[in-house]
C-alpha cells in the first residue's frame, strides 16, 4: 500500500508539471509496446519497447518489483535490455527462461521536463513441455492383436504439461481422419499448474490394418521441435487364399530317376498359412518358408516305382480357418524293375536235373527275361507277366539245367531288359558239384623236432582237393583248438587252417591232429597227425637245512631238489661266491616226462657262517638256462659286536653315549652285558638303573653314558657280552678333547747375526695334530727362512742364517678344533732378538715435542736392538740429567723403560718450561755392539704436522683399508680425519677416524669397481694439519669374495646360539623403551603446547621486537630475506606451519640423491663439502656472548634470490630461529661453550640454548680429551657472511667437540643437510658410520 501511495504521488506531479508546461514540450511515447509472449522453457524470450521523444528514464518491472535503470540488469543475471538510447529501444531480453521468469513485466518510462510517466505491459509465459507420454495399459512400441472385424480401443496420456498439450493420431505417419472416433479430455496433473491431456481411440480392425503402425503424438510449444510420441503395432488376424501347386501337371509321364519340384504357394493371412505336404494320406513334409504375405512350401524328390500312381496333396491353414484348404495331384512315373531274383538248388551231385526260377521286381513297362547258362543262351521253359498291386508289371521264367560228370561249378544268369527305358537287370546263381577231399599236408613241424619251452611255433594243415574245400579242424591231445586261421586260395584253389602255438612243458609228448572233411563226407573226415617233443628246464628249487637251526662248531646238511626237466641238470653250490663241492647227487622221474634232481651238501658250522648265504644252482644246458635259490642259516652263535671304535673321542666337560652294537643268537639280555675300565684293578661300571648320586659313567646294555667328562676319564673301556655258545669282549679307547693350553716355555731368543735360532711353542691338547699350530707374522716369509716340525708336546720353529731384519715378535696360534661349535684359539708372542746395535725410531712423531712455558715437557726416544740399550740427552754438546745435575736440581730428570723385549725407550722430562729451554735436544743410544743418535726439537704446544706415507692396504668390493704414520701431535691428543673423492665427481666427502689414535682405518660401504682419491690429515685441540699433499687412490674391487657367504653362513650358525636368557632379556629392554617412547610423546606434547603459546607471545610483541627478530632471521638467512619476505615475524611464524613439516623433508627439492643413496639416511660422519677458509668466534672477545669455551663456527654466504621466490629451505631456516627467540632459558651448548649474556655465537638475540637449541646432536666420544681455553681468536668474517652453527650439515658422529672443515656456504650443500632444527629436534636419518652409498 505504501509503494502505491507513493507512485500515486509521483504521477500527480508529474500530471501537474505536465499541464503546467503543456504546449511547450512535445511529450513522450511508446512506438513499440510490449506483447504478451509464449517461450518454451531454456529458450530465450525477448519483450519489445521502443519510445519516441524519449525524456525520463526507462526502467522494467516484473510483477511490480522494479529491475533497475542499468542496461545489465544487476542482481539479474539472465535479464537484459537490449537497444540504443538514442532510438529509444529498451528491448527486455531473458536468457534461460524457467518457471520463476512467468510474471507480467512492464515498461515504465520516468516523467522529465513536463513529460508525465507512460507505462506499457505485457505477460511472459514459460511453456512447460509434457514430461511424459505414454498409452495407457500398453507398453511402449507394444504388438496389439486382434481378429477381423473386432473393436480396438487405446488411450493416449501426455502428463504435466504447461498449458495442456494437444494429442495428434497417426496411422502409418499419417494423420487419422476417418472411419475413428476420438475423444480428448483435459486433466489436472500430477505436477502443479500443469494439464494432462488423455485421448482415446476407437475403430474396427480391417484386413488392411494388419502391420499398420499407430502413433499418438503429444504437440505443444514448449517441446521447441522435438517430437513426444508413443506408438503400438496392430496386428490383424484373417483366413488365407486357397493353395495352388505348381511343377506337375496331372497325367503328365515322369521317368524314374527325374528330379520333381512340387510347389505349393498360398497368398495372405495373418498368421500367413502353414503349408503341409501329404503323399498317399501320409504327411512327408512340413518346413514351408513366409515371405510378405505369402507362404510357400517347395517339395523335391527323385522319382521312383513308388511314385507312380501316387496322390501328393498340399494343405493351407492358419487360426483363422476351421479346415484346411487343399490342393492335389497324381502322378505318373515309368520305372524299370529294381532287382531279379533266382530261385532254386544250390548244389547237386553228378547226373542230377535242377530247375529255376527267374521273377523281376515291379516295373512300368513290363519287363522280358532271358536265359544264359555256361555263356550261352537258352530257352525257357516259359514266361509270364502279372499284374503289380503298385501298378506295374511283374515277369516271371522258369528251366530247368542237367548235371553231368565233368560239371564242377555250374553258373545260370537271368537277364530283365526294360526297352522302353533301356534298362536291364541281371542275376546270376551258382550250383555247386559236391565230391570229398584227397588228402591233407601239415607245415611249420616235422616228426623229431625238440622245441625250447616258450618258443612259439605256427603249423599249418593244408587241402588242395574237395568240393566245396573240406572243413579242416585242429585238437591237440584230443581237445579242440580254438582261435585257427583259415585261409583259401584264389578261385578255391586250396584251404588252409593254421595254429599258433607258445609251447610249454605240458606240449611234451602231446598229440596234434588235424581233420579235413565238406558234405561229400561228413562222416568220414581226412586225418594228418604228430607227436610234439619239448625241452624245459626247472621251475623251482627247494632247499632244506638239517638240522634247522645248526650251532657254531658243529655239522649241517643242505639239501637241494628241483622240480621237473627235460633233460635233467647240472647242479651245484655257492657261498660268497665260492663253488663248492657237493656231498651227493641223483635223479628221478618227473610229470610231462621229465626228471627231477636231488643234491646233497655237508658243512662244518664257524662262526663265518653267522647269516651266511647258501645258494644252489641248477644249470640247464639244453636251455641255457639257470635256476637259483637261495637260504640263510640261522646259527647258533656267542656275541658279536659291530659298530666299535677303537677309539672314541668326546670333548672335555661334555657328554655322551658311546654305542656299540651286539649281534648273538640266542640273543642276550641286559643282565648279560658287563662294562670295566682297564686300570689295575678294573673298575665296573655300575648299570644305569644302580648308579648312586654323582656317578658320571653308567652303562646299559651295549651303551656306555659318560657325563660331564673331564680328563681323568680318559682310558680303556672293556665290553663283554655272553650267552648259551659263550663270552665275547671289545676294548675300547676313550679319548677326552680338550682345547690346547700353551705350556711354559722361553718366549725371548736372542741370538747372533747369522746364527740358527730356534723357538718352541709347547702345549697341551687332544686332539694335538700338525694342523693345531700356526706359526704368524706379517710380511715375513716362513717359506724361505724358516722350517717348522712337530713334536709330542708342541712345534718348533727353527730359523737359519738370521739378520737383524728377521728381529721381532712371532706368534704361535694354537687351534685344534674343540669345542667343535666355536674352537678355541689361543695365541702367544714369542721374541726373536738379533742382536744389533740401537736404532733409534726417527719418525715425524718422535722428532718434534711440545710444551708452553711453566709447564713440564716431555722428549720421548725410542730405540729398538740388542744387548742393552743406554740413553744419553744432550743439548747445545752439554749431557742432561747426569746424576751430579739431578742432585743440584730436579730441573731434567730421565727414566728408561721397555715397552716390549724388542723396543727400549726413554723419557727426558724438563721442569718448569723457560724460553730458553726451547731448541734441540739429542738423543744417543749406545750398547755393546754401537750407538746412534736422534735430535728432538722442543717448541710451543700447537696444531699437528699431517701424518705421512698414507697408503692402501687392501681393498674389497665396498671397502678400502688404508695407513698411515702419525706425525707430530702437537702437544696434544690428535685425531685424524679423512677427505675422499670418487673419481669424476667434483666433491670431497669426509670421514672421522675411530678410535681416535688409529693408524689404520676401513673405509667402508663403497661402490664396487670405483676408483676413490684419499687425503689424511690430523687434528687436535689447537688447530688442524694441513691434508697430505700426494693424493692416494685405490679400487674397489667388481665382486665379493667366496669366502663372504662362508662367514654369512657361519654368523648364521652362531645365531642359532643365542640363548633363552638374552632373548628375554631383549624382550624386556623392548617393552622398556615402548614406556619410555610412551613418556617422550607426552613430553613432546607438552612442549609443543609451550611453543604455541611462545607463538602467541611472540604475534603480541611489539615492532621492536619484531625488527630484533628480523635481523636475527636476516643474520641466520643472508641477503635473500630482505628481497623475499616483508612480513612481519608474527605472521612468518604463523606461515611456518604450512611451509615445512618434518614428514615434508622427503620432497625437498634440493636432493642429494646424486651423492647418497638416501638423503636422510646417510652417515653422521660423512659430509659434501669443499675445503675452504674457517671463521671462528671466541667468547668474551667482544663479538659473542659472556665467558666460556670458543664457539667454534662456520661462515658463508647464501645467494640472493630474486623478487617472489622464497624458498622452502629460507622458511626451514627461519622457523628454527623463530621458535627460540625470546627465551631466557640458558643452557651448555652441545660443544662445550657458554653464554649468560644477550647473544651466542655471534647470534645477537639468541642465548645458547636458544642456538644449541637448533643444533643437530652427535656424540663426541673424544670432548673430553680436548680444552678450548689456548684456541686463537678468528678472523672478523666479512659482512655478507651470515653465522651458522657448527654442524648445521648433518656431520653428526666422530667429534663433536672438533669442529669438521668447512664447506663453502653455498645454498645447495648446506641446506640439504640442514634436517633436524627444523624438525623441533635432533636428526633421525644421519647416523655415525663411513657410508658412501652412490658416491
Known amino acids: 500500500m505504501e509503494l502505491i501511495f507513493i507512485n500515486f504521488i509521483i504521477y500527480a506531479q508529474i500530471i501537474l508539471l505536465t499541464f503546467i508546461g503543456g504546449g511547450h514540450t512535445e511529450l513522450q511515447y511508446f512506438i513499440r509496446t510490449p506483447r504478451n509472449t509464449s517461450v518454451a522453457e531454456g529458450d530465450t524470450a525477448v519483450l519489445v519497447c521502443q519510445v519516441g521523444n524519449l525524456k525520463g528514464r526507462v526502467q522494467w518491472t516484473k510483477d511490480g518489483l522494479t529491475l533497475g535503470f542499468d542496461r545489465e540488469l544487476p542482481g539479474f543475471p539472465r535479464y537484459r535490455v537490449l537497444g540504443q538510447d538514442s532510438q529509444g529501444r529498451y528491448n527486455l531480453q531473458i536468457s534461460e527462461a524457467s518457471v520463476i521468469d512467468d510474471s507480467k513485466y512492464e515498461c515504465q518510462v520516468g516523467p522529465a521536463s513536463g513529460n508525465p510517466p507512460i507505462r506499457a505491459g505485457a505477460?511472459?509465459?514459460?511453456?512447460?513441455?509434457?514430461?511424459?507420454?505414454?498409452?495407457?495399459?500398453?507398453?511402449?512400441?507394444?504388438?496389439?492383436?486382434?481378429?477381423?472385424?473386432?473393436?480396438?480401443?487405446?488411450?493416449?496420456?501426455?502428463?504435466?504439461?504447461?498449458?495442456?498439450?494437444?494429442?495428434?493420431?497417426?496411422?502409418?505417419?499419417?494423420?487419422?481422419?476417418?472411419?475413428?472416433?476420438?475423444?480428448?479430455?483435459?486433466?489436472?496433473?500430477?505436477?502443479?499448474?500443469?494439464?494432462?491431456?488423455?485421448?482415446?481411440?476407437?475403430?474396427?480392425?480391417?484386413?488392411?490394418?494388419?502391420?499398420?503402425?499407430?502413433?499418438?503424438?503429444?504437440?505443444?510449444?514448449?517441446?521447441?521441435?522435438?517430437?513426444?510420441?508413443?506408438?503400438?503395432?496392430?496386428?490383424?488376424?484373417?483366413?488365407?487364399?486357397?493353395?495352388?501347386?505348381?511343377?506337375?501337371?496331372?497325367?503328365?509321364?515322369?521317368?524314374?530317376?527325374?528330379?520333381?519340384?512340387?510347389?505349393?504357394?498360398?497368398?495372405?493371412?495373418?498368421?500367413?498359412?502353414?503349408?503341409?505336404?501329404?503323399?498317399?494320406?501320409?504327411?512327408?513334409?512340413?518346413?514351408?518358408?513366409?515371405?510378405?504375405?505369402?507362404?510357400?512350401?517347395?517339395?523335391?524328390?527323385?522319382?521312383?516305382?513308388?511314385?507312380?500312381?501316387?496322390?501328393?496333396?498340399?494343405?493351407?491353414s492358419n487360426s483363422m480357418l476351421a479346415a484346411p484348404l487343399v490342393a492335389e495331384v497324381v502322378m505318373s512315373v515309368q520305372f524299370a524293375p529294381d532287382k531279379v531274383t533266382i530261385t532254386g538248388a544250390g548244389t547237386a551231385r553228378i547226373n542230377d536235373s535242377v530247375t529255376l526260377t527267374c521273377e523281376t521286381s515291379n516295373s512300368n513297362p513290363a519287363s522280358s527275361i532271358q536265359w544264359v547258362v555256361g555263356g550261352r543262351i537258352q530257352q525257357a521253359a516259359f514266361t509270364r507277366n502279372d499284374t503289380s498291386e503298385e501298378g506295374g508289371w511283374i515277369t516271371t521264367s522258369n528251366i530247368t539245367i542237367p548235371i553231368s560228370n565233368t560239371d564242377r561249378n555250374k553258373e545260370i544268369s537271368c537277364y530283365a531288359n526294360n526297352f522302353a527305358l533301356s534298362t536291364t537287370k541281371v542275376q546270376t546263381h551258382k550250383i555247386k558239384v559236391l565230391y570229398p577231399p584227397d588228402d591233407l599236408s601239415i607245415t611249420g613241424y616235422s616228426e623229431g623236432d625238440i622245441l625250447p619251452?616258450?618258443?612259439?611255433?605256427?603249423?599249418?594243415?593244408?587241402?588242395?582237393?574237395?568240393?566245396?574245400?573240406?572243413?579242416?579242424?585242429?585238437?591237440?591231445?584230443?581237445?579242440?583248438?580254438?582261435?585257427?586261421?583259415?585261409?583259401?586260395?584264389?578261385?578255391?584253389?586250396?584251404?588252409?587252417?593254421?595254429?599258433?602255438?607258445?609251447?610249454?612243458?605240458?606240449?611234451?609228448?602231446?598229440?596234434?591232429?588235424?581233420?579235413?572233411?565238406?558234405?561229400?563226407?561228413?562222416?568220414?573226415?581226412?586225418?594228418?597227425?604228430?607227436?610234439?617233443?619239448?625241452?624245459?628246464?626247472?621251475?623251482?628249487?627247494?632247499?632244506?637245512?638239517?638240522?634247522?637251526?645248526?650251532?657254531?662248531?658243529?655239522?649241517?646238511?643242505?639239501?637241494?631238489?628241483?622240480?621237473?626237466?627235460?633233460?635233467?641238470?647240472?647242479?651245484?653250490?655257492?657261498h660268497n661266491g665260492e663253488v663248492l663241492t657237493s656231498t651227493d647227487s641223483s635223479t628221478k622221474e618227473g610229470p610231462f616226462g621229465g626228471v627231477i634232481t636231488t643234491n646233497v651238501l655237508?658243512?662244518?658250522?664257524?662262526?663265518?657262517?653267522?647269516?651266511?648265504?647258501?645258494?644252489?644252482?641248477?644249470?640247464?644246458?639244453?636251455?641255457?638256462?639257470?635256476?637259483?635259490?637261495?637260504?640263510?642259516?640261522?646259527?647258533?652263535?656267542?656275541?658279536?659286536?659291530?659298530?666299535?671304535?677303537?677309539?672314541?673321542?668326546?670333548?672335555?666337560?661334555?657328554?655322551?653315549?658311546?654305542?656299540?652294537?651286539?649281534?648273538?643268537?640266542?640273543?642276550?639280555?641286559?643282565?648279560?652285558?658287563?662294562?670295566?675300565?682297564?686300570?689295575?684293578?678294573?673298575?665296573?661300571?655300575?648299570?644305569?638303573?644302580?648308579?648312586?648320586?654323582?656317578?658320571?659313567?653308567?652303562?646299559?646294555?651295549?651303551?656306555?653314558?659318560?657325563?660331564?667328562?673331564?680328563?681323568?676319564?680318559?682310558?680303556?673301556?672293556?665290553?663283554?657280552?655272553?650267552?648259551?655258545?659263550?663270552?665275547?669282549?671289545?676294548?675300547?679307547?676313550?679319548?677326552?678333547?680338550?682345547?690346547?693350553?700353551?705350556?711354559?716355555?722361553?718366549?725371548?731368543?736372542?741370538?747372533?747375526?747369522?746364527?740358527?735360532?730356534?723357538?718352541?711353542?709347547?702345549?697341551?691338547?687332544?686332539?694335538?695334530?700338525?694342523?693345531?699350530?700356526?706359526?704368524?707374522?706379517?710380511?715375513?716369509?716362513?717359506?724361505?727362512?724358516?722350517r717348522t716340525r712337530m713334536e709330542e708336546t708342541g712345534s718348533v720353529l727353527t730359523l737359519v742364517n738370521v739378520t737383524e731384519s728377521d728381529s721381532g715378535e712371532f706368534t704361535c696360534v694354537a687351534n685344534n678344533g674343540v669345542p667343535a661349535k666355536k674352537p678355541v684359539q689361543i695365541t702367544k708372542t714369542f721374541y726373536l732378538l738379533v742382536r744389533h746395535q740401537p736404532k733409534i725410531d726417527k719418525s715425524p712423531g718422535f722428532s718434534k715435542a711440545g710444551s708452553n712455558r711453566g709447564e713440564e715437557a716431555k722428549l720421548v726416544c725410542q730405540a729398538s736392538g740388542a744387548n742393552n740399550i743406554t740413553f744419553f740427552w744432550q743439548k747445545e754438546g752439554q749431557q742432561l740429567a747426569t746424576p751430579t745435575q739431578m742432585k743440584k736440581s730436579s730441573k731434567y730428570r730421565t727414566t728408561t723403560e721397555k715397552p716390549n723385549p724388542l723396543l727400549w725407550e726413554s723419557t727426558l722430562f724438563i721442569q718448569d718450561v723457560g724460553s730458553s729451554d726451547y731448541g734441540s735436544y739429542k738423543c744417543v743410544a749406545t750398547n755393546v755392539l754401537g750407538s746412534d743418535e736422534h735430535t728432538i726439537v722442543l717448541d710451543v704446544k700447537s696444531h699437528p704436522d699431517p701424518p705421512v706415507d698414507l697408503h692402501s692396504t687392501g681393498v674389497t668390493y665396498k671397502s678400502v683399508t688404508l695407513a698411515w704414520q702419525p706425525g707430530f701431535d702437537g702437544g696434544f691428543a690428535q685425531a685424524y680425519r679423512l677427505r675422499i673423492m670418487k673419481t669424476g665427481s667434483q666433491h670431497y666427502f669426509y670421514v672421522e677416524v675411530n678410535p681416535s689414535d688409529a693408524t689404520t682405518y676401513e673405509v667402508a660401504d663403497l661402490q664396487p669397481s670405483t676408483e676413490y682419491t684419499f687425503h689424511i690429515m690430523a687434528y687436535n685441540k689447537k688447530g688442524e694439519s694441513n691434508y697430505t699433499s700426494t693424493p692416494v687412490k685405490a679400487t674397489t674391487a667388481s665382486n665379493p669374495p667366496p669366502e663372504s657367504r662362508e662367514i654369512s653362513t657361519a654368523l648364521e650358525a652362531e645365531l642359532e646360539d643365542v640363548s633363552l636368557l638374552i632373548v628375554m632379556c631383549v624382550s624386556v629392554a623392548g617393552v622398556v623403551l615402548v614406556i619410555l617412547n610412551v613418556v617422550l610423546v607426552l613430553c613432546f606434547i607438552r612442549k609443543r603446547l609451550q611453543a604455541t603459546e611462545l607463538k602467541g607471545s611472540l604475534t603480541e610483541g611489539t615492532s621492536s621486537s619484531a625488527s630484533s627478530k628480523s635481523a636475527t632471521i636476516e643474520m641466520f638467512v643472508g641477503s635473500s630475506y630482505n628481497d623475499t619476505m616483508g612480513d612481519t615475524l608474527s605472521e612468518v611464524s604463523d606461515r611456518s606451519s604450512t611451509y615445512f613439516h618434518p614428514a615434508d623433508h622427503r620432497h625437498h627439492h634440493h636432493s642429494q640423491e646424486e651423492y647418497l643413496d638416501d638423503p636422510h639416511d646417510g652417515p653422521a660422519r660423512t659430509y659434501l663439502i669443499d675445503n675452504r677458509s674457517r671463521y671462528g668466534t671466541r667468547h668474551g672477545d667482544g663479538q659473542g656472548g659472556g665467558g666460556g669455551a670458543p664457539l667454534p663456527s662456520l661462515y658463508g654466504t647464501m645467494p640472493r634470490h630474486q623478487h617472489n621466490q622464497y624458498s622452502y629451505d629460507e622458511d626451514l631456516s627461519r622457523q628454527r630461529f623463530i621458535h627460540s627467540l625470546d627465551s631466557e632459558d640458558h643452557l651448555q651448548h652441545p660443544y662445550g661453550f657458554h653464554s649468560s649474556g644477550p647473544s651466542a655465537a655471534g647470534i645477537p638475540g639468541a642465548s645458547s640454548q636458544q642456538f644449541a637449541s637448533g643444533l643437530p646432536r652427535t656424540r663426541a666420544p673424544y670432548s673430553a680429551q680436548f680444552d678450548y681455553n689456548d684456541l686463537p681468536p678468528p678472523p672478523t668474517p666479512p659482512p655478507e657472511l651470515s653465522v651458522l652453527p657448527p654442524n648445521s650439515l648433518g656431520m653428526g658422529g666422530g667429534m663433536s667437540a672438533v669442529p669438521p672443515p668447512p664447506p663453502p656456504a653455498n645454498y645447495q650443500n648446506i641446506y640439504p643437510r640442514y634436517n633436524g632444527p627444523a624438525a623441533g629436534g635432533p636428526q633421525t636419518g644421519w647416523k655415525p658410520g663411513s657410508r658412501f652409498g652412490d658416491v
Open 123 to 316: 505477460f511472459l509465459r514459460v511453456l512447460l513441455p509434457p514430461t511424459r507420454i505414454e498409452l495407457v495399459g500398453q507398453g511402449e512400441g507394444a504388438r496389439l492383436e486382434r481378429r477381423e472385424n473386432e473393436r480396438v480401443e487405446v488411450t493416449c496420456k501426455v502428463w504435466n504439461a504447461r498449458p495442456a498439450a494437444e494429442i495428434v493420431w497417426l496411422r502409418n505417419n499419417v494423420p487419422i481422419v476417418d472411419n475413428v472416433e476420438v475423444k480428448n479430455e483435459i486433466i489436472d496433473g500430477t505436477i502443479a499448474k500443469r494439464k494432462t491431456t488423455v485421448s482415446t481411440i476407437k475403430f474396427s480392425a480391417r484386413s488392411g490394418d494388419n502391420q499398420a503402425s499407430y502413433v499418438c503424438e503429444a504437440v505443444h510449444g514448449g517441446l521447441r521441435g522435438q517430437s513426444k510420441r508413443a506408438n503400438f503395432m496392430l496386428s490383424v488376424q484373417y483366413p488365407p487364399e486357397r493353395p495352388e501347386i505348381i511343377g506337375y501337371i496331372e497325367g503328365e509321364t515322369i521317368r524314374m530317376g527325374q528330379t520333381v519340384s512340387l510347389v505349393c504357394e498360398s497368398y495372405g493371412g495373418n498368421p500367413l498359412a502353414t503349408i503341409i505336404w501329404y503323399k498317399n494320406g501320409q504327411r512327408i513334409d512340413h518346413s514351408y518358408t513366409t515371405m510378405g504375405s505369402k507362404s510357400k512350401n517347395v517339395l523335391r524328390f527323385v522319382a521312383g516305382p513308388d511314385d507312380n500312381k501316387a496322390k501328393y496333396r498340399c494343405e493351407a
Open 453 to 574: 619251452e616258450g618258443t612259439e611255433r605256427r603249423i599249418k594243415c593244408t587241402a588242395v582237393s574237395g568240393n566245396p574245400l573240406p572243413t579242416l579242424e585242429w585238437t591237440a591231445g584230443g581237445e579242440p583248438i580254438a582261435d585257427a586261421v583259415v585261409d583259401t586260395g584264389a578261385s578255391d584253389s586250396f584251404v588252409s587252417s593254421e595254429i599258433t602255438i607258445k609251447v610249454d612243458r605240458t606240449d611234451n609228448a602231446k598229440i596234434y591232429e588235424c581233420r579235413g572233411k565238406n558234405e561229400a563226407n561228413p562222416d568220414t573226415p581226412v586225418i594228418k597227425n604228430f607227436k610234439m617233443a619239448v625241452e624245459f628246464p626247472p621251475r623251482v628249487l627247494t632247499i632244506t637245512v638239517d638240522p634247522e637251526k645248526p650251532v657254531e662248531g658243529k655239522s649241517a646238511v643242505l639239501t637241494c631238489v628241483t622240480d621237473t626237466s627235460n633233460p635233467n641238470v647240472t647242479m651245484r653250490w655257492r
Open 602 to 786: 655237508q658243512i662244518d658250522v664257524t662262526t663265518k657262517h653267522v647269516g651266511a648265504v647258501f645258494t644252489c644252482e641248477a644249470e640247464h644246458l639244453a636251455s641255457q638256462t639257470t635256476v637259483h635259490n637261495s637260504t640263510i642259516l640261522t646259527i647258533k652263535y656267542r656275541p658279536q659286536f659291530s659298530g666299535g671304535k677303537e677309539e672314541f673321542q668326546i670333548e672335555e666337560g661334555k657328554s655322551s653315549v658311546l654305542s656299540i652294537g651286539v649281534n648273538a643268537y640266542p640273543e642276550v639280555s641286559l643282565d648279560d652285558y658287563t662294562w670295566e675300565k682297564k686300570v689295575d684293578p678294573p673298575i665296573r661300571i655300575p648299570r644305569l638303573n644302580r648308579t648312586v648320586s654323582g656317578t658320571r659313567i653308567a652303562s646299559e646294555g651295549g651303551s656306555l653314558t659318560l657325563n660331564d667328562v673331564s680328563l681323568s676319564d680318559a682310558g680303556v673301556y672293556v665290553l663283554k657280552v655272553k650267552n648259551e655258545v659263550g663270552t665275547s669282549e671289545l676294548k675300547v679307547k676313550v679319548a677326552i678333547l680338550h682345547p690346547p693350553r700353551f705350556l711354559d716355555s722361553v718366549t725371548v731368543v736372542e741370538v747372533d747375526k747369522g746364527m740358527p735360532a730356534e723357538i718352541k711353542c709347547l702345549v697341551d691338547a687332544t686332539p694335538l695334530t700338525n694342523s693345531t699350530l700356526k706359526w704368524n707374522r706379517k710380511d715375513f716369509d716362513f717359506g724361505k727362512k724358516s
